[in-house]
């Protein structure tokens, strides 16, 4: 019966003029982030996050996780229309949808790709709020060995999975850890590493860093790219698109299901994003499809696959994020962010003690889902010109936000230039190929893995055994491992193969 | 020039090795077991910082040596090393990185509006002259109406602390 109050609550929270509008509008600045190629989800998201402190709780998460679905879905707008993914997670798009809309079905592709998207966020939704409240209630029962244990694992599969190779993205998750450290020490407050500044004292703020590392350091990345023109295709002038991808959905409707499922498991996983998702939903698609040699000319079951697995990962990605406080990509630590501004705390107690803002989150999701779909397919012409939006402006309008953003949040000058710095070296670090992503993760979970570790040793005096014998931490721990030697193995059997074939 | 494994290596060594030295200058509580003390897991972590760095770096001599002997080989092969047309302005990163730098520096000092509309105008006329789509009095026009835009929104809509200076 606490399931359906929480539902209430939200539905009570959602539906009312204020946060419906928020939703929307996240939507569209969401879908219009995301088909812009050079400006991801996670940028949109963490963009406008500083802002949504004055918005309250509700208002606030309502627009954030607007953006977060309109931004998943409108990448599919320029990785069909420019074979460019407008972010990450639409990469397998470009396969399919680009080469249709070559040959003269540009709306189709879209239209596809739309429906898409609304059947894989709905599907994740759904199974967020089933199995969150159930995983929620498992999770009272953890310990700090099974969270430090959590955090473990999933530094091992970020590590292991966004880096070409794997001592990179160790190294690139040190850094956060390390980065983590400075400031406060989570459990006694005794100051580290702050070279006598006052100002260091509070550590790097969150914002800062993510702002940094993944917004400064995006703008000058695209800040070289300001000079290349790209030639987008033109839609065809022709009725309206609502009707269109009905006809497909009786035929696929397993490759809907298939797909919805892997986006969702792939979104529970930490480290593995909607990119992944779509490679492997694409993969078996392929695989189960009795039109193989179809796929990559401009099939529609790959679309269907590709943008229907990573609209999955939305909802998925929120499980780990809301009932253990463990953010599983970037996009959702910041989103952990926006809770966190307005003093919730993740993890189990917030099923308890905040129904109202999970039900919240649950009802703005879904509603989310369904207004980028009216959106996305409603303003699709003016959508569909605006990726070509002049980057001359776009990239300083950007970095404003971003120094305006950061400096809003604490009042500090400190964080602004903690901003500049993060963004310089990141810049620098993703030239040698060390990524952002686990430097942020690195730095967001340390708190959780440091203050775990050290009230868990503390509660049994020094000894450290229980880390081995409670059953999920050293699954968990086992799990890490696996994830971290995987890699080095098969890279080693790999370049074996190759001297081989030498 | 930005692009060395063996000197991001070599950053980050000697970056784990200060945070290393300066962990025994935090303070130590009276907690009875050493592990759960607040030097302890930034030892661990700038351990495991410095051996892979140092990993990274042993890795990249071995390549280069690899590579000047099959270089000496294939020497005479190719030495076609041309930009292609359209390519990456790395230039641009500078500005951008200088810009930001100065916007950072001023805006508390002048405030908000003014530093904004000099910030966005400067980049926009630089990003905007690679492309020369429009005159410059319209770029100028329109990164003032952006400033004032977001000025608007942010002090009445989204109620944000803005930077004040001697200037709004």
Redesign the interface.
Known sequence: MVFFETLQLGIENVFSIGPLLLIAGGVLFGIIFGAIPGLTATLAVALLLPFTYGLGPYNGLSLLLGIYVGAISGGLISATLLKIPGTPSSIVTTFDAYPMAKNGKPLEALSIGVFSSLIGGIFSTIILIIIAPQLARIALQFGPWEYFSLGIFGLSVIASLSAKNINKGLIATLIGMLIATVGMDPVTAHPRFTLGFLQMEGGFSPLATMLGFYAATQIFLDSREVNIDTTAIALEKKRNLLTMPFKLVRHQIINFLRSSVIGTFIGILPGAGGSTAGFIAYDQAKKASHQKEKFGTGHYEGIIASETSNNAVTGGALIPMMTLGIPGDVVTAILLGGLMIHGLQPGPLLFRDNADVVGTIFVALFVANVMMYIIELGLMRKLARMIQVPKHFLLPTIMMMCVIGVFSLNNRVFDMWVLLVFGVLGYIFIKNEIPPAPIVLGYILTDIIERNWRIAVMSERGDVTPFFTRPISVVLLLLALVSILYPIISERISDKRKNHAD | M????IG?GVF?FL??LF?FA??YN????T????????????RV??I??AA??I??II?ALVQKRREKNETAESAKEDTVDQPEA?T???Q??L???VA??L??FV??IVG?LIT?IA??SG??L???S??K?HPWYI?VL??IG??LA?YVL?STV??????QGILI
């Open positions: 930005l692009k060395s494994d991001i980050l970056l784990s945070f300066d962990s935090i303070t130590q509580s907690i009875s077991a050493p592990m759960a003390g607040a030097s302890f897991f930034p972590v700038s495991l910082l892979s760095s990993y990274l890795k359209g990456p302005n790395e641009a990163v500005v951008m990185v930001t730098t916007y950072i805006i508390p908000y904004t910030f966005m980049t926009s630089y990003l905007g690679i492309h789509k770029t329109v990164a952006i400033s977001a942010f989204l109620s944000v602390f803005l930077p």
